[in-house]
């Protein structure tokens, strides 16, 4: 199982990026989905999470910004960025917790994709 994560580049204060992060592999059901970011220098942080209902919730500097989303079907989970900040910038990475065809739940990370905010 692999969670592959994209989307990421530069973008100007105000604009926006969509982030996909998708999921392969023995998958029988994907539950809880979240985004978490790591700034240089920086703990990671956890960013936004949906759970299997499609339940959000989200760090406080970004409600009302982000939005979290995800498609089953396709096995894909979205973070919608909108009026992006500097102190946005970082590395952002998608965490799946996913019930493998062996009937086992496990916690997976995407590679990580880089976002920058800057003029």
């Known amino acids: 199982v692999q969670l592959q994560a994209c989307g990421g580049g530069l973008v100007q204060p105000g604009g926006s990026l969509r982030l996909s992060c998708a999921a392969s592999?023995?998958?029988?059901?994907?539950?809880?989905m979240a985004w978490y970011r790591q700034a240089p220098g920086k703990q990671r942080e956890l960013v936004a999470t949906?759970?299997?209902?499609?339940?959000?919730d989200y760090e406080d500097s970004v409600k009302g910004r982000f939005t979290a989303s995800r498609d089953d079907a396709k096995k894909q989970a979205y973070l919608q960025m909108s009026s992006l900040k500097p102190e946005d910038t970082a590395v952002y990475f998608c965490?799946?917790?996913?019930?493998?065809?062996?009937?086992?739940?496990?916690?997976?990370w995407g590679q990580g994709t880089l976002v920058t905010v800057s003029s």
């Open positions: 949906i759970t299997s209902g499609g339940t959000t």
């Open positions: 592999g023995r998958i029988f059901s994907i539950g809880a």
């Open positions: 965490n799946g917790k996913i019930l493998t065809v062996d009937n086992i739940w496990r916690d997976y």
